[in-house]
Every structure is written in structure tokens, then in C-alpha cells.
């Protein structure tokens, strides 16, 4: 997987601010349920937690807001693994309205065991289908952090 669109929604008008654009909290949600179609895509349903006792959990997130998107556009989310270890899945969610990227954001998962809540191996089986979907090449926006120069 280099590149995959599997999230993709009209905005609605609720989600939009006062400056006439989508509020920051709904560009989280939309890469969550973009991360979410990522684990239904991988098989990392309900069926696959209870059966594996485990889950993953996001424990850290980066946005950029590029581009203002407002009410009405319909957008999709490009979803890329960028990295991937026993315990962690490192993605980067691009927001598209069109072909422009209006928004990224890059996100640390990490798996947790169900019964002792304590950061876990990958399921076996999961984590060699994530394995498969690892991008080449990162995109440049992804390691970057806030500063003041």
C-alpha cells in the first residue's frame, strides 16, 4: 500500500466555526475514523479484539491545517503505514479535497493488551498484513515538530 483512500464524507454545516470554516476538533475526528477504516481494512475489527484480547490505541497525533475547507465539500483521506514495529503503527492521514491536501496528520499507535491495559506485540497475523502496507518512502511532512526558530 503505498497510498489508500478508505474514508471519504460531505462536511456538514454543525462542523463549521465562526470563522466560516471546518472547526480544528472535526479535522481529529475525521483522521480517527480514517485511522478506524484503516483497522477494518487490516481486519482489526471487533471480532479481531475480542478474539486477540488487544486493540490499538492512538497515543499521539500532529495536524497540519493547509488549506480552510468549508461546509458542503466533500473531502477523502489518503492513508499511508509509514512505519511499523512490534508494538507501534506509525501513519500519516492526508485530508483531500479534490486533488489539493488541505490537511496531515501523522499518528503514533500503539497495541495494548485488553486484560492488563499495558502496551503489547502486534498480533502475529496483524502485524504482517501492516507489514505489507508499509510506503517506501515517507512523506516530508511526517518527524516534523512545532518550534519557534
Known amino acids: 500500500m503505498t497510498r489508500n483512500t478508505l474514508h471519504s464524507l460531505v462536511i ?6 465562526y470563522n466560516g470554516h471546518m472547526s480544528e476538533g472535526y479535522y481529529a475526528l475525521v483522521f480517527s475514523d480514517a485511522t478506524d477504516a484503516l483497522y477494518l481494512h487490516v481486519g482489526a475489527d471487533a471480532d479481531w479484539r475480542a478474539a486477540n484480547r488487544q486493540s490499538l490505541y492512538t497515543v499521539e497525533t500532529h495536524i497540519r491545517y493547509l488549506r480552510e475547507v ?3 465539500a466533500t473531502v477523502s483521506v489518503v492513508t499511508m503505514v509509514v512505519g511499523l514495529d512490534r508494538k507501534r503503527i506509525h501513519l500519516a492521514h492526508e485530508l483531500m479535497l479534490g486533488e489539493d491536501c488541505v ?10 493488551d485488553l486484560e492488563t491495559g499495558k502496551s503489547t506485540a502486534i498480533e502475529s497475523g496483524l502485524f504482517d498484513t501492516l507489514e505489507d502496507l508499509v510506503v517506501d518512502e515517507a512523506p516530508s511532512y511526517v518527524g516534523r515538530r512545532i518550534a519557534l526558530p
Open 12 to 17: 456538514p454545516s454543525e462542523w463549521i466555526d
Open 70 to 72: 468549508t461546509e458542503g
Open 103 to 112: 490537511a496531515t496528520q501523522e499518528a503514533m499507535a500503539l497495541a495494548v
